[in-house]
């Protein structure tokens, strides 16, 4: 699921606002630890729906239907869209854990009808493959993740924003700089769309073997809170960090076309 967490959650965290109606784009950069420039995405809201893209991938987008609460995943260069939502990824995720369960009992009786010495090797692989799956926590309880309000804030472009921190399971993940939504001038109606986003991939994500259990949710904290981000600050593995920040918001009409999938294009199904 990295594509997952790569495309879509840098972007999620990055919208709203609340005016008169108009559709809405947000661009923001991305760079690494060393600030170098990564590469520049787009949000695009309109009548219910949000579509991602990026020029870091260039081949892949994001398409979310208020109405039907569906996210769409396409490949562009493929030709080929997969379709998703709530139940949908609860049913998929089930299969995945019990697919998994399954082989490593079919495993386990192969390896009870090996000699000793060889049996002794092949449950040590086994084992290993456990730990390998472990690490993952496919079979853990989910973590929950926490947001804390610093109270600190810190200057980010025009915006003086508030500083929140994210931690799962007590380690520090992420800085969030949150500014009141008004403050970006986006409409009730895409702020309501994007929330509704939010909601439905958190959701799907938490139902990910291995997933996080949002606590209340970012997108419900924002929403509690009348904040969204202009700046986030991951930290990655090994203490580097990935910035995303906020480049720029604009109110112009968009043409329906963006949100719509090319007849051309051809769903896919998952194998489960």
Do not use: W
């Amino acid at each position: 699921m990295n594509f997952l967490t790569r495309l879509v959650l840098p972007a999620c965290l990055l919208t709203c606002a609340g005016t008169a109606l108009a559709d809405t784009t947000l661009t923001f950069k991305s760079q690494d630890s060393s600030g170098e420039e990564k590469g520049t995405q787009r949000m695009l809201i309109a009548d219910g729906k949000v579509y991602l893209d990026s020029d870091l991938s260039g081949e892949t987008g994001v398409l979310f239907d208020r109405k039907s609460q569906k996210v769409y995943f396409l490949h562009h260069e493929k030709q080929m869209f997969l379709s998703m939502d709530r139940d949908k990824m609860a049913s998929v995720s089930e299969k995945v854990r019990n697919a998994q369960n399954e082989a490593v009992q079919r495993l386990q009786e192969q390896i009870g009808k090996l000699p000793p010495e060889q049996a002794s090797q092949a449950q040590s692989i086994l084992e290993k493959l456990e730990g390998a799956s472990s690490k993952l926590n496919l079979e853990q309880p989910k973590v929950e993740a926490k947001f804390e309000n610093t109270g600190k804030t810190e200057k980010v472009g025009d915006y003086q924003a508030e500083l929140f921190q994210s931690y799962k399971d007590g380690e520090h993940q992420a800085d969030y700089y949150l500014v009141d939504y008004g403050d970006l001038k986006v409409s009730d109606e895409d702020y309501a769309t994007i929330g509704e986003f939010f909601d439905l991939f958190e959701n799907m994500m938490s139902a990910i073997p291995g997933g996080n259990k949002q606590q209340g949710g970012f997108g419900t904290l924002a929403k509690a809170q009348g904040k969204l981000p202009v700046k986030i600050v991951r930290i990655e593995d090994g203490g580097e960090k990935e910035t995303e920040i906020l480049e720029g918001v604009s109110l112009e009409s968009l043409d329906p076309k963006q949100f719509a999938i090319p007849s051309t294009y051809t769903e896919q199904q998952l194998p489960y």
